[in-house]
């Protein structure tokens, strides 16, 4: 399974945006990149999954780069409500597609 | 309303007393699964079910078990034999296929008085 790294928090000003790093060294061609948050004692929510490409939703921007090792989630303007713990995950294909989570960024939005 | 619900918020067990959480979801998804999650730890993957009537153990399915009767229910008891039960967990479905997204519902917290 290909391990994520991710920075324990950071702080971000309201209304700015929030870029969450993720180093994803050891991916494997078909691994997806996936990106949850969760709220504390909620469920976490889905926010965006990519492959290779760029991709883009109404809730965040996802950065992948060439060599597939690292990528940036990207909250264009942060708001209170996205302070969360932020979730990168290599998605493998067994155990029914199971998902791993790791520590998680802490992401601060402060006003 | 679409979503996945558990059911109850907060649960305790006694000692060597079994409990089942409950598991529902109404957007016709075939995939269910159960995951656990510590304090500060990421979600672990106790079962999961990829179709009706068919289960399959995850990493750390000792002390738990599973049905999966109906395609919108998947309910995951905790018996005597999870001698650390204290934990928050955690249900999600998709639609199937192993690289569906997954969706997850607000979870349970199970303590053991």
């Known amino acids: 399974d290909a391990k994520t790294t991710q920075p324990t928090s950071m702080d971000c000003a309201e209304g700015r945006a929030a870029n969450l790093p993720c180093n994803h060294s050891t991916i494997s061609g078909n691994e997806y990149v996936y990106w949850y948050r969760q709220i504390h004692s909620q469920g976490p929510q889905y926010i965006i999954h990519?492959?290779?490409n760029n991709e883009t939703n109404e809730m965040a921007s996802l950065i992948i780069t060439e060599d597939r090792k690292s990528s940036t989630l990207i909250l264009p303007h942060a708001t209170l409500r996205d302070t969360a713990v932020y979730y990168c995950i290599a998605r493998i294909y067994n155990q029914g597609g199971k998902l791993i989570f790791g520590q998680g960024t802490e992401l601060s939005v402060k006003p | 309303d679409g979503g996945i619900t558990q059911s109850p918020k907060y649960l305790f067990r006694k000692e060597g007393q079994n409990v089942t959480l409950s598991c529902e979801q109404n957007?016709?998804?075939?995939?269910m699964y159960w995951y656990r999650q510590d304090p500060g730890q990421g979600l672990r993957l106790i079962y999961y079910?990829?179709?009706?009537?068919?289960?399959q153990k995850g990493d750390i399915a000792e002390g738990y078990s599973v049905s999966r009767e109906k395609k919108e229910s998947f309910p995951l008891t905790v018996t005597s034999a999870q001698k650390n039960p204290t934990a928050f967990y955690l249900c999600a479905s998709s639609r199937g296929g192993v690289l569906e997204t997954q969706y997850f519902g607000p979870g349970t917290r199970l303590l053991v008085l």
């Open positions: 957007l016709n998804h075939d995939a």
């Open positions: 990519g492959l290779k």
């Open positions: 079910s990829q179709i009706v009537n068919d289960f």
